[in-house]
């Protein structure tokens, strides 16, 4: 009699697990103090407006932002700070108020801008209850529709004002209910009824309450529930259902619809059942779920439709320590709050389904093939581990190893096939072919036999593929490819040769056969291969740096091919994609978003996107978009490398990935794109690489000021997107000195230096792990001041006083110039009236006694030469007084005077003056410009009187252009120009020249006359 398969399988194996469908492993994140936490219990947990996280601890207040934790702790000298480090319960209000209720410092209300705390203390409430333990002790906040806080307390329920800080007592009809009431949880549900739950283990009713003090239950049936165990959880879901927590008698539910209460226990006999009687946390998820924490069980999850709870256990530890809070955030990360830490879980968790290495279960050594057969089961090759089968409908493993009844060949498995008759092919590391007999149960082993040319070539079996003709290829590590003919059990070997139409290298990995019906055979080192079947020749397709369009690496891993019919090529080098048409590859690298630049695996899913395992992630690729999502390990994966090759898709458009910590089955129909974008706040801003004062929050500043020497600084953004932070990307500028956004990949910080002074807006972008961008974003408006000196007002006062200055230097110039001018006037004043009379006089009075008869001879010749010194003394006199005089400053007197000394020094002569323009213009002219001109003039003339022998003299004077023109001009004997150079008379001439900046030019030749130019601007 034939047993079962499955029995058979269990019995070869020895191996079968036990039923776990209650229990699911996911892969939380763990955060403690080595991750910043500021105490290990996570007592309470709330995501504010913003979408900051809070956690209360037993040390401290923290906030999370994705990066970091920020710490809030009480300090005795600080009636700002928290009034107790013990943080027990976390609100926050309609208005957007955090409320913090503590274990022995009453109640906190938090200002976020200044980033303090006021105190509000209820010792007073001792006075109103008798028995009370602690009124300080505020254990649960809720608000009604009026805006009033209901505070849970260690001395009953208190109602609160947040606008006048004044409180009250609420009290009861009900006696015992003002005794001694320590409240644990509290709920005001959608239709404003007032739900607690006590230590003592009641949970009670109320209907809207009054304005009165007391409240009144109107129907002694009201109390719904009276037990002696206490009540920690209280929550309303959707559909108005109260769940009821307790510690000891386990859930309850109120459903208004179906009227009486439910109750649900652990029950040994149910795998689905509860897992844990003492209840200290609820929470609905947003596909309908509740969550539940327990004591010693962790969390479990609750679907109302199957009934059944799921335990789930984290991938690195048992997550078994005492729940205290759980919570959903805005993007669907649930968070668990428990004695050893908060635990994260990401969303996709559903889409990612994990299975680790688990003892018992999964062989503990990773897995490197995946195959499901056609009755749904997943056979599973591992690394040393044997060959796993799972059947998922029961959750069951069973295992094969290597020396065990069914024959495997060997532990370490690199490939499974089922054939199209339902046979299964085992490609082993080491131990061949394996072939599992289905009838049997048992595996027959294909080995390289060095005798037997037609063995497989190599016992080292790296891949198997099947193509559409039936023929079974498989690769080898070191001896090429092999072809089996599966009816007679010969292979056939294609392996490198020293010709360009063999393998590149013995070392053949993927095998894939296109739509055109061409096989392609990546290898290790030697590149992409298509073989013609008919000739045995192969192309080859490597990587040439030097060729652009070139295969990107000669280490091919994986191939593949999408609906298109395009061809894929994964390698040590990134995605390649194949242009039939011009025989060249388009490779997607790290920089374009690819996860790792290995890429190790490659799937096409029902919508056309690629999978791509790495070394670092799981990458999803859109191609007509060329846009890259990538997915890490803390959203569920099962480790961030991958195995090369452990991929496979089933008929349901599921795709399997292997790796080092286990497999995952993904479903992408799951994967529920986040369509809310991150909001992106700012959460620290530095100048200089040290902390600067803004006076309040970063995360509420809305402008930042800045002096100019401040010009050095760096932010800190945050995306409070939690699913995957590490896959927030950010793009920011400072608009005002970036003309283009700054994609900053998903770093948090940018810095700039040497700012100019100005105005300006910084603009920080984010995008969430699925790429979904905030494109409004943060816009912070900052100023850097000018210094003193570059302000508008320093400038005014600049140029005021620059033209003060150039005023008063004016007018002291002109008066300078004024009492020069009535200095030459008094000077020249005085040589002509005083000197030029008394050398008149002696002129005068030496020719008389000249005249007289008693001189003698000499007596006269030396008085003659007393009146000529006294005439030649009076007239250079008069030359000093021409000069010096400022009625002469102008062009036309310095015309006249040169006129006037022509027609004294060239009488007898035959001369012309002219001038040009006529009559001269009355320019100004400075004294030394007159002077230099009218001595070089009157030593040219005298020259011309003295040596010239001339009989003509032609002298012209032109103004043009601001240029003075000065022409002379006679018909005299002339002279050596080279021999007359070093004359003193022609050295003074030049000198004068050279004074007012001028060019003095003199050209004789003997015989033939000279001729005397001066040009000089006019000064």
């Given at each position: 009699?034939?047993?079962?398969?499955?029995?058979?399988?269990?019995?070869?194996?020895?191996?079968?697990?036990?039923?776990?469908?209650?229990?699911?492993?996911?892969?939380?994140?763990?955060?403690?103090?080595?991750?910043?936490?500021?105490?290990?219990?996570?007592?309470?947990?709330?995501?504010?407006?913003?979408?900051?996280?809070?956690?209360?601890?037993?040390?401290?207040?923290?906030?999370?932002?994705?990066?970091?934790?920020?710490?809030?702790?009480?300090?005795?000298?600080?009636?700002?700070?928290?009034?107790?480090?013990?943080?027990?319960?976390?609100?926050?209000?309609?208005?957007?108020?955090?409320?913090?209720?503590?274990?022995?410092?009453?109640?906190?209300?938090?200002?976020?801008?200044?980033?303090?705390?006021?105190?509000?203390?209820?010792?007073?409430?001792?006075?109103?209850?008798?028995?009370?333990?602690?009124?300080?002790?505020?254990?649960?906040?809720?608000?009604?529709?009026?805006?009033?806080?209901?505070?849970?307390?260690?001395?009953?329920?208190?109602?609160?004002?947040?606008?006048?800080?004044?409180?009250?007592?609420?009290?009861?009809?009900?006696?015992?209910?003002?005794?001694?009431?320590?409240?644990?949880?509290?709920?005001?549900?959608?239709?404003?009824?007032?739900?607690?739950?006590?230590?003592?283990?009641?949970?009670?009713?109320?209907?809207?309450?009054?304005?009165?003090?007391?409240?009144?239950?109107?129907?002694?049936?009201?109390?719904?529930?009276?037990?002696?165990?206490?009540?920690?959880?209280?929550?309303?879901?959707?559909?108005?259902?109260?769940?009821?927590?307790?510690?000891?008698?386990?859930?309850?539910?109120?459903?208004?619809?179906?009227?009486?209460?439910?109750?649900?226990?652990?029950?040994?006999?149910?795998?689905?059942?509860?897992?844990?009687?003492?209840?200290?946390?609820?929470?609905?998820?947003?596909?309908?779920?509740?969550?539940?924490?327990?004591?010693?069980?962790?969390?479990?999850?609750?679907?109302?439709?199957?009934?059944?709870?799921?335990?789930?256990?984290?991938?690195?530890?048992?997550?078994?320590?005492?729940?205290?809070?759980?919570?959903?955030?805005?993007?669907?990360?649930?968070?668990?709050?428990?004695?050893?830490?908060?635990?994260?879980?990401?969303?996709?968790?559903?889409?990612?389904?994990?299975?680790?290495?688990?003892?018992?279960?999964?062989?503990?050594?990773?897995?490197?093939?995946?195959?499901?057969?056609?009755?749904?089961?997943?056979?599973?090759?591992?690394?040393?581990?044997?060959?796993?089968?799972?059947?998922?409908?029961?959750?069951?493993?069973?295992?094969?190893?290597?020396?065990?009844?069914?024959?495997?060949?060997?532990?370490?498995?690199?490939?499974?096939?089922?054939?199209?008759?339902?046979?299964?092919?085992?490609?082993?590391?080491?131990?061949?072919?394996?072939?599992?007999?289905?009838?049997?149960?048992?595996?027959?082993?294909?080995?390289?036999?060095?005798?037997?040319?037609?063995?497989?070539?190599?016992?080292?079996?790296?891949?198997?593929?099947?193509?559409?003709?039936?023929?079974?290829?498989?690769?080898?590590?070191?001896?090429?490819?092999?072809?089996?003919?599966?009816?007679?059990?010969?292979?056939?070997?294609?392996?490198?040769?020293?010709?360009?139409?063999?393998?590149?290298?013995?070392?053949?990995?993927?095998?894939?056969?296109?739509?055109?019906?061409?096989?392609?055979?990546?290898?290790?080192?030697?590149?992409?291969?298509?073989?013609?079947?008919?000739?045995?020749r192969f192309t080859r397709y490597t990587h040439d740096p030097t060729i652009p369009g070139s295969l990107s690496s000669n280490r091919v891993y994986v191939l593949g091919e999408d609906a298109g019919g395009t061809l894929w090529v994964g390698t040590t080098g990134g995605l390649n994609r194949f242009d039939r048409e011009t025989q060249t590859f388009h490779t997607y690298t790290e920089a374009d978003g690819l996860a790792h630049d290995h890429v190790a695996g490659l799937l096409v899913d029902d919508a056309g996107d690629l999978w791509l395992s790495t070394n670092n992630g799981l990458s999803r690729f859109?191609?007509?978009?060329?846009?890259?999502?990538?997915?890490?390990?803390?959203?569920?994966?099962?480790?961030?490398?991958?195995?090369?090759?452990?991929?496979?898709?089933?008929?349901?458009?599921?795709?399997?990935?292997?790796?080092?910590?286990?497999?995952?089955?993904?479903?992408?129909?799951?994967?529920?794109?986040?369509?809310?974008?991150?909001?992106?706040?700012?959460?620290?801003?530095?100048?200089?690489?040290?902390?600067?004062?803004?006076?309040?929050?970063?995360?509420?500043?809305?402008?930042?000021?800045?002096?100019?020497?401040?010009?050095?600084?760096?932010?800190?953004?945050?995306?409070?997107?939690?699913?995957?932070?590490?896959?927030?990307?950010?793009?920011?500028?400072?608009?005002?000195?970036?003309?283009?956004?700054?994609?900053?990949?998903?770093?948090?910080?940018?810095?700039?230096?040497?700012?100019?002074?100005?105005?300006?807006?910084?603009?920080?972008?984010?995008?969430?792990?699925?790429?979904?961008?905030?494109?409004?974003?943060?816009?912070?408006?900052?100023?850097?001041?000018?210094?003193?000196?570059?302000?508008?007002?320093?400038?005014?006062?600049?140029?005021?006083?620059?033209?003060?200055?150039?005023?008063?230097?004016?007018?002291?110039?002109?008066?300078?110039?004024?009492?020069?001018?009535?200095?030459?006037?008094?000077?020249?004043?005085?040589?002509?009236?005083?000197?030029?009379?008394?050398?008149?006089?002696?002129?005068?009075?030496?020719?008389?006694?000249?005249?007289?008869?008693?001189?003698?001879?000499?007596?006269?010749?030396?008085?003659?030469?007393?009146?000529?010194?006294?005439?030649?003394?009076?007239?250079?006199?008069?030359?000093?007084?021409?000069?010096?005089?400022?009625?002469?400053?102008?062009?036309?007197?310095?015309?006249?005077?040169?006129?006037?000394?022509?027609?004294?020094?060239?009488?007898?002569?035959?001369?012309?003056?002219?001038?040009?323009?006529?009559?001269?213009?009355?320019?100004?002219?400075?004294?030394?410009?007159?002077?230099?001109?009218?001595?070089?003039?009157?030593?040219?003339?005298?020259?011309?009187?003295?040596?010239?022998?001339?009989?003509?003299?032609?002298?012209?004077?032109?103004?043009?252009?601001?240029?003075?023109?000065?022409?002379?001009?006679?018909?005299?004997?002339?002279?050596?120009?080279?021999?007359?150079?070093?004359?003193?008379?022609?050295?003074?001439?030049?000198?004068?020249?050279?004074?007012?900046?001028?060019?003095?030019?003199?050209?004789?030749?003997?015989?033939?006359?000279?001729?005397?130019?001066?040009?000089?601007?006019?000064?």
């Amino acid at each position: 009699m034939r047993l079962p398969a499955t029995l058979a399988m269990c019995l070869l194996a020895g191996a079968c697990s036990t039923l776990l469908a209650q229990s699911r492993t996911v892969r939380f994140q763990h955060f403690a103090m080595d991750e910043g936490l500021s105490q290990r219990n996570a007592l309470c947990l709330l995501q504010d407006r913003q979408g900051f996280l809070w956690i209360g601890t037993q040390d401290g207040l923290n906030r999370y932002d994705g990066f970091s934790f920020k710490h809030y702790k009480h300090r005795s000298n600080d009636s700002t700070s928290l009034s107790d480090d013990f943080v027990r319960t976390l609100y926050e209000d309609a208005a957007g108020t955090l409320w913090i209720g503590t274990w022995n410092g009453g109640l906190n209300r938090f200002d976020r801008k200044q980033e303090t705390f006021v105190r509000y203390d209820f010792g007073d409430a001792r006075e109103f209850l008798s028995g009370a333990v602690n009124p300080n002790q505020v254990t649960a906040i809720a608000e009604d529709e009026h805006g009033t806080l209901w505070l849970g307390t260690g001395a009953g329920v208190l109602r609160f004002d947040p606008a006048t800080g004044a409180y009250r007592v609420q009290r009861f009809d009900d006696p015992a209910l003002n005794d001694a009431l320590q409240v644990k949880a509290l709920l005001l549900d959608r239709r404003g009824r007032v739900w607690f739950g006590t230590e003592e283990g009641l949970a009670a009713r109320f209907e809207p309450p009054p304005a009165s003090d007391v409240l009144t239950n109107p129907v002694a049936a009201e109390v719904i529930l009276s037990i002696s165990h206490p009540v920690r959880a209280l929550h309303e879901d959707d559909q108005q259902v109260l769940w009821i927590g307790t510690l000891g008698a386990g859930l309850y539910a109120a459903d208004p619809a179906s009227g009486p209460l439910t109750r649900y226990q652990p029950d040994p006999d149910d795998p689905y059942s509860l897992n844990d009687n003492r209840i200290t946390a609820l929470q609905t998820d947003r596909a309908g779920y509740l969550w539940v924490g327990t004591v010693d069980s962790g969390v479990s999850r609750f679907s109302k439709d199957s009934g059944r709870f799921v335990h789930f256990r984290n991938a690195q530890d048992a997550l078994n320590s005492q729940v205290f809070d759980v919570l959903e955030d805005r993007t669907g990360v649930l968070w668990v709050g428990t004695w050893d830490g908060i635990y994260s879980l990401s969303p996709l968790y559903e889409a990612f389904r994990l299975y680790t290495d688990e003892p018992g279960r999964l062989s503990p050594s990773g897995v490197v093939a995946l195959h499901e057969d056609r009755a749904g089961r997943l056979w599973l090759g591992t690394m040393r581990g044997g060959l796993n089968v799972l059947d998922r409908a029961t959750n069951q493993f069973t295992h094969y190893q290597a020396g065990d009844r069914s024959g495997l060949s060997y532990n370490t498995i690199f490939g499974i096939l089922e054939d199209e008759r339902g046979t299964l092919w085992i490609a082993t590391h080491g131990g061949g072919l394996n072939r599992l007999d289905r009838a049997t149960n048992r595996f027959r082993p294909f080995h390289h036999d060095p005798n037997e040319p037609a063995s497989l070539s190599d016992s080292t079996v790296t891949s198997v593929y099947l193509d559409r003709a039936g023929m079974l290829w498989m690769g080898t590590r070191y001896r090429g490819l092999n072809r089996l003919d599966r009816a007679t059990g010969r292979f056939t070997r294609y392996q490198h040769r020293p010709h360009p139409d063999s393998l590149g290298s013995n070392y053949a990995w993927p095998i894939y056969e296109d739509h055109t019906g061409t096989l392609w055979v990546g290898t290790i080192e030697g590149g992409l291969h298509s073989l013609d079947r008919e000739t045995g020749r192969f192309t080859r397709y490597t990587h040439d740096p030097t060729i652009p369009g070139s295969l990107s690496s000669n280490r091919v891993y994986v191939l593949g091919e999408d609906a298109g019919g395009t061809l894929w090529v994964g390698t040590t080098g990134g995605l390649n994609r194949f242009d039939r048409e011009t025989q060249t590859f388009h490779t997607y690298t790290e920089a374009d978003g690819l996860a790792h630049d290995h890429v190790a695996g490659l799937l096409v899913d029902d919508a056309g996107d690629l999978w791509l395992s790495t070394n670092n992630g799981l990458s999803r690729f859109d191609p007509r978009t060329e846009t890259f999502t990538t997915y890490k390990a803390r959203v569920g994966l099962q480790n961030n490398q991958f195995y090369v090759g452990s991929t496979h898709k089933n008929a349901k458009g599921e795709l399997f990935f292997g790796g080092p910590g286990g497999f995952n089955i993904i479903d992408p129909k799951k994967i529920r794109a986040t369509p809310l974008p991150p909001p992106v706040v700012l959460t620290d801003f530095t100048v200089h690489n040290k902390p600067f004062d803004l006076s309040q929050s970063a995360t509420t500043v809305e402008e930042i000021v800045l002096n100019y020497d401040e010009n050095f600084f760096s932010f800190t953004f945050a995306a409070l997107d939690f699913t995957d932070v590490s896959q927030n990307r950010y793009a920011y500028k400072l608009e005002g000195l970036d003309r283009d956004w700054i994609d900053n990949g998903t770093s948090p910080t940018a810095s700039y230096t040497s700012v100019p002074h100005g105005t300006y807006t910084l603009r920080v972008r984010a995008a969430n792990n699925e790429g979904v961008w905030n494109e409004e974003g943060l816009a912070l408006p900052i100023t850097i001041h000018p210094p003193f000196w570059a302000t508008w007002w320093f400038r005014i006062l600049v140029i005021l006083a620059v033209i003060g200055l150039l005023a008063a230097a004016y007018t002291y110039r002109v008066r300078q110039l004024l009492r020069v001018e009535r200095m030459r006037l008094r000077i020249a004043s005085a040589l002509h009236d005083d000197i030029g009379a008394n050398l008149s006089s002696i002129a005068i009075k030496s020719e008389m006694v000249h005249n007289l008869h008693d001189l003698d001879e000499r007596g006269r010749r030396r008085l003659a030469e007393v009146t000529r010194a006294a005439r030649e003394s009076a007239l250079k006199l008069r030359e000093m007084v021409w000069v010096v005089n400022a009625e002469y400053d102008t062009f036309d007197k310095l015309i006249t005077k040169m006129e006037d000394l022509t027609a004294t020094m060239l009488e007898g002569y035959a001369h012309t003056f002219a001038t040009h323009p006529q009559p001269p213009p009355t320019r100004p002219l400075h004294m030394e410009f007159r002077q230099h001109v009218y001595f070089l003039y009157k030593e040219a003339l005298h020259n011309i009187v003295k040596h010239a022998a001339a009989t003509r003299v032609d002298v012209a004077v032109t103004l043009r252009q601001g240029s003075l023109h000065l022409v002379v001009e006679d018909d005299g004997i002339g002279f050596d120009e080279a021999q007359v150079q070093a004359g003193h008379g022609l050295k003074s001439m030049r000198a004068r020249a050279e004074a007012i900046g001028g060019r003095l030019e003199i050209h004789s030749h003997a015989g033939q006359g000279t001729r005397l130019t001066l040009i000089a601007k006019v000064a």
